[in-house]
T-cell receptor, first 114, second 109 residues
Framework: DAGVIQSPRHEVTEMGQEVTLRCKPISGHNSLFWYRQTMMRGLELLIYFNNNVPIDDSGMPEDRFSAKMPNASFSTLKIQPSEPRDSAVYFC????????????FGDGTRLSIL | GQNIDQPTEMTATEGAIVQINCTYQTSGFNGLFWYQQHAGEAPTFLSYNVLDGLEEKGRFSSFLSRSKGYSYLLLKELQMKDSASYLCAVRLGFQKLVFGTGTRLLVSP
C-alpha cells in the first residue's frame, strides 16, 4: 500500500522566493497534518485538516505560511516570501479520524533557504 | 503552555534493556503515542496508551500513569537497528499531537 507521498524531497532556494510543498495522503484517510521539524524545537504541528477543512492552524508561524487542501488526495503548504529561518524538514501525515488511530508520516521535505 | 520532557540522549549495549522516560504537563490529555525516527527518515508509530498500565508489543512495551503525568518506553533485547530517536507525543483533544523533542538512543556492540 502506498504511504503518504511528499514532494519535493529536497528544496534549496533563495530568500524571498515562493516555496510550495506537496502532499498526497493515504487513500481513505480523512485527516491530514503538516509538521515542521528542527533541531531546536523538535516536531511542531503547523495545521491540520479534517475532510479537507482546516481545523486548527494555530501552529502556523506567520502570514507568510498558508496551506490548502482542495480535495481528499492533495494538500499544499506554501511559504511566501521564504526566509532562512524557515529552513527545516516539513512532514505531512495522515490518519483516519478515529481516536486511537496513529498518524502516518511521509518522508518529509528538507527545505533550505539561503 | 504544553510541556513534554524526555532525556536528550541515552546509550545502551546490544542485547540489553533500556527504558526511555517521558513526563508531561499539558492542558489536556487524550492518549500518549510513541514514535521511532531513524536519522533522515519519517517518524513511525510504535505504541499508544490511553489507560493506565502496560501495553506490550513484541520487544517494545509502553507504560502510562495519568495521575503522575508519566510514561516510559521499554525496549528489550536491544539490536543495533534500534539506534534511533524516540518521540513521545501527547494527544490534546481529539487529534492534535504535541511532541517532545525526542530521545536519541545509541546502541553499541
Amino acid at each position: 500500500d502506498a504511504g503518504v507521498i511528499q514532494s519535493p524531497r529536497h528544496e534549496v532556494t533563495e530568500m524571498g522566493q515562493e516555496v510550495t510543498l506537496r502532499c498526497k495522503p493515504i487513500s481513505g484517510h480523512n485527516s491530514l497534518f503538516w509538521y515542521r521539524q528542527t533541531m531546536m524545537r523538535g516536531l511542531e504541528l503547523l495545521i491540520y485538516f479534517n475532510n479537507n477543512v482546516p481545523i486548527d492552524d494555530s501552529g502556523m508561524p506567520e502570514d507568510r505560511f498558508s496551506a490548502k487542501m482542495p480535495n481528499a488526495s492533495f494538500s499544499t503548504l506554501k511559504i511566501q516570501p521564504s526566509e532562512p529561518r524557515d529552513s527545516a524538514v516539513y512532514f505531512c501525515a495522515s490518519s483516519l479520524k478515529v481516536s486511537n488511530q496513529p498518524q502516518h508520516f511521509g518522508d518529509g521535505t528538507r527545505l533550505s533557504i539561503l | 503552555g504544553q510541556n513534554i520532557d524526555q532525556p536528550t540522549e541515552m546509550t545502551a549495549t546490544e542485547g540489553a534493556i533500556v527504558q526511555i522516560n517521558c513526563t508531561y504537563q499539558t492542558s489536556g490529555f487524550n492518549g500518549l503515542f510513541w514514535y521511532q525516527q531513524h536519522a533522515g527518515e519519517a517518524p513511525t508509530f510504535l505504541s499508544y496508551n490511553v489507560l493506565d498500565g502496560l501495553e506490550e508489543k513484541g520487544r517494545f512495551s509502553s507504560f502510562l500513569s495519568r495521575s503522575k503525568g508519566y510514561s516510559y518506553l521499554l525496549l528489550k533485547e536491544l539490536q543495533m537497528k534500534d539506534s534511533a530517536s524516540y518521540l513521545c507525543a501527547v494527544r490534546l483533544g481529539f487529534q492534535k499531537l504535541v511532541f517532545g523533542t525526542g530521545t536519541r538512543l545509541l546502541v553499541s556492540p
